[in-house]
């Protein structure tokens, strides 16, 4: 049994349509959880006119709390896979079936991700290193010149996105969990309002289980970046990126530094 959950807050029913198409036509998703952050009557109508999405009207407590509604219920309901959507995703073909396929036969794989494209067919870079500050902070306020390096490296582009990797922070807009391993390692840590709850569960996860780049099978996500145009999302990308940290460690994170050089290693970085 596979269930699926999207958190919107203020999402346009035009994207809600677009992503909706796509899990009816994966079959095998058995049940879509909305939790609706904003309250609003126009989502609650749209999506409750198809039988197998459960709407749920919620306080905003942020993304991760959201989807934290839904995984309970896929736990309580014996699910055994369970796919984290943003709403501004979508994509063709047998996406869904091919990914349970391969936890299917990887029994020590926790957490699972297809390659991701804009639009406009640019690739994604969304497989990445455990951050540090300088990955995640700093680069913001840096020219991207100064940058550049550590980008390519920090993002795994030297790798080509064309091969199966085991990568400890995978994107939080399509998350494809195996149930089990989330009932082990915990759910997404509520103290993180927004951002940095991807990074945190994907490293939990990673400690226990193989998190897969899986690049044969695409999405397609919208991306607005929206904390880089609007100074509200700003601060509560920093805000939430400080807590990250303050959980973590600094300048001192052993499992950081085990998981990265590990993954260089394995990719035969130099």
Request: charge should be positive; include cysteine.
């Amino acid at each position: 049994m596979i269930t699926a959950s999207i958190v919107t807050f203020h999402t346009k029913i035009s994207d809600l349509e677009r992503v909706f198409a796509c899990v009816l036509r994966s079959t095998i998703i058995c049940k879509l959880y909305v939790i609706d952050n904003g309250s609003e009557d126009s989502i609650k109508e749209f999506v409750e006119q198809y039988p197998i999405v459960e709407y749920i009207r919620n306080i905003n407590n942020g993304y991760g709390a959201g989807h934290n509604i839904a995984i309970k219920k896929a736990i309580e309901n014996n699910a055994v896979y369970h796919v984290v959507l943003n709403p501004d995703i979508y994509w063709s073909g047998n996406v869904i079936t091919e990914l349970n396929n391969y936890l299917d036969k990887n029994d020590d794989v926790g957490q699972i991700m297809p390659k991701v494209f804009y639009p406009d067919g640019r690739l994604q870079y969304l497989c990445k290193l455990v951050p540090s500050p300088m990955d995640l902070i700093f680069k913001r306020f840096l020219p991207a010149r100064w940058t550049e390096n550590r980008l390519y490296k920090f993002q795994l582009r030297f790798t080509g996105y064309d091969k199966i990797m085991n990568v400890p922070y995978l994107s939080g807009c399509f998350m494809f969990f195996r149930v089990s391993a989330l009932k082990e390692v915990g759910l997404f840590d509520e103290r993180f309002f927004m951002y940095p709850e991807d990074i945190d569960i994907t490293r939990r996860m990673h400690a226990k289980y193989k998190t897969i780049f899986y690049p044969f099978v695409s999405i397609v996500h919208a991306h607005a970046a929206a904390s880089k145009t609007s100074k509200k999302m700003l601060k509560i990308h920093i805000v939430n990126m400080i807590k990250y940290f303050n959980k973590w460690g600094w300048i001192f994170d052993r499992q950081r530094r085990q998981f990265n050089r590990q993954l260089l290693k394995e990719l035969n970085y130099n």
